[in-house]
């Protein structure tokens, strides 16, 4: 995650909120790496409490439904699902898509 986020704007990282797996056990050094990014963990069994994260899974199910293996899912089979997202409009960021915000470009006419 660190390799990933570190040198994107500050802006687009202020902060992450995670499940509460013992995967983010290091988050002080999460927060210390990503310009001090602040680390919210939800509640346990409170799903509303990470909306967009939520959201995103049921998107993901379009291509991948619960309980299929993702372990035989290619790089480019991710990618491509992370590329259709990411050029998916929302109505939460005013109908443009995660892609024109993000690279403050316009993809489509509004």
Do not use: A, E, H
């Given at each position: 995650?660190?390799?990933?986020?570190?040198?994107?704007?500050?802006?687009?990282?202020?902060?992450?909120?995670?499940?509460?797996?013992k995967e983010?056990?290091?988050h002080a050094r999460l927060t210390e790496e990503l310009n001090n990014a602040q680390i919210y963990f939800p509640d346990p069994h409170a799903p509303r409490q990470r909306g967009s994260n939520e959201n995103t899974n049921g998107l993901l199910r379009e291509y991948s439904p619960k309980g299929v293996d993702l372990t035989d899912a290619t790089d480019e089979e991710?990618?491509?699902?992370a590329t259709k997202l990411n050029a998916r409009p929302k109505k939460c960021?005013?109908?443009k898509t995660p892609y024109e915000?993000?690279?403050?470009?316009?993809?489509h006419l509004i």
């Open positions: 995650m660190i390799k990933l986020l570190q040198g994107i704007d500050s802006k687009f990282c202020k902060n992450i909120t995670p499940d509460r797996g983010f056990s290091q991710i990618q491509g699902w960021l005013n109908w915000i993000f690279y403050k470009t316009v993809l």
